[in-house]
């Protein structure tokens, strides 16, 4: 199923994604299980809409754990 950005958003912001991206793999890893969309939710976002992404997050600081298990994750 593709989704809208306004779709993607929305999942995403319904998680507890955020706060966790910022270096907590566990807590990335709990969110994402927690909600099966998430995965194609957080491909889905057009970050020219955003302020800031859960992925940008990951890479802003430097948690490139929770970078890769993003992408292992599709």
């Given at each position: 199923?593709?989704l809208?950005?306004?779709?993607a958003?929305?999942?995403?912001?319904g998680?507890?994604i955020g706060?966790?991206?910022?270096?907590?793999?566990?807590?990335?890893?709990?969110?994402?299980?927690a909600?099966p969309q998430?995965?194609?939710?957080?491909?889905?976002?057009?970050?020219r809409?955003?302020?800031?992404?859960?992925?940008?997050?990951?890479?802003?600081?430097?948690?490139?754990d929770?970078?890769?298990?993003?992408?292992s994750q599709?």
């Amino acid at each position: 199923m593709d989704l809208t950005h306004e779709e993607a958003s929305e999942i995403v912001a319904g998680s507890d994604i955020g706060p966790y991206c910022h270096g907590d793999l566990e807590g990335v890893r709990k969110a994402m299980e927690a909600e099966p969309q998430l995965a194609a939710a957080l491909s889905a976002l057009d970050y020219r809409r955003e302020d800031e992404i859960p992925q940008h997050a990951a890479a802003h600081s430097g948690a490139t754990d929770v970078v890769e298990y993003m992408v292992s994750q599709g």
